[in-house]
């Protein structure tokens, strides 16, 4: 009896993994808006009712697991040593995502990006996701440093980093259509932690990077 509850959890988890999966194959394929959640229930051989039951919406389709990411970050954050900088917490975060992302199958990757790429309501949720995310970490910045209530300091590294860990998806930056190597993730990543790790003083200025 002990192990029922977590029986039911991980079939739970499976459910929602086939669900995304199948969506967001269905999305690359057709097109996001031509694709409806009864498409879906066909394709994975389950009631509409229970695709609603796992996602409010289509975009969350995609987006499975996000919000789970999103927590793990602010997690590392608050828990973490105050004698490490932030930043390298985060960078920790944003190499583990991008390895996460490369464990998946190809195809699976692939789908992802392109209907990431190419369907704006997705952008808009992930941003939207960003930024309750951005208000939690300002929030805890604010705390562990000790911030003053009109202090931007806690709410502008809380944008960066926003932006920082999107690195680890494969897609921020990268043009429409391109994908982007595992190589080359990981070298973005780097290069944008060194350059807000060195400072932002002398960056646009003629023969900087």
């Not at 389950?46 to 039951?53: A, P, Q, Y």
């Not at 389709?61 to 828990?79: D, M, P």
């Not at 952008?123 to 300002?138: G, K, P, T, V, Y």
Request: neutral net charge; charged residues 30%.
């Amino acid at each position: 009896m002990s192990s029922e509850p977590g029986l039911r959890e991980r079939k739970k988890r499976e459910t929602r993994r086939l669900l995304a999966e199948v969506a967001t194959r269905l999305f690359a394929e057709r097109g996001f808006d031509e694709v409806t959640v009864a498409d879906i229930a066909a394709a994975a051989n389950v009631s509409d009712k229970t695709v609603f039951n796992y996602f409010a919406t289509k975009e969350d389709l995609v987006l499975n697991g996000r919000e789970e990411i999103e927590a793990e970050l602010i997690q590392a954050v608050r828990e973490r040593d105050l004698r490490e900088p932030v930043l390298a917490v985060v960078r920790r975060h944003t190499l583990a995502v991008a390895e996460r992302m490369h464990a998946l199958p190809a195809e699976r990757r692939a789908a992802f990006r392109k209907v990431v790429q190419s369907t704006p309501s997705v952008h808009a949720r992930i941003r939207q996701m960003s930024l309750q995310s951005e208000e939690q970490l300002a929030q805890i910045l604010a705390e562990q440093t000790g911030a003053s209530a009109n202090d931007p300091t806690p709410r502008v590294v809380a944008s960066i980093i926003g932006v920082l860990t999107r690195l680890g998806y494969g897609v921020t930056g990268w043009p429409e259509g391109k994908r982007r190597s595992h190589a080359e993730t990981l070298a973005s990543i780097a290069t944008a932690f060194d350059l807000c790790a060195q400072g932002l003083a002398e960056y646009g200025s003629r023969g900087q990077p």
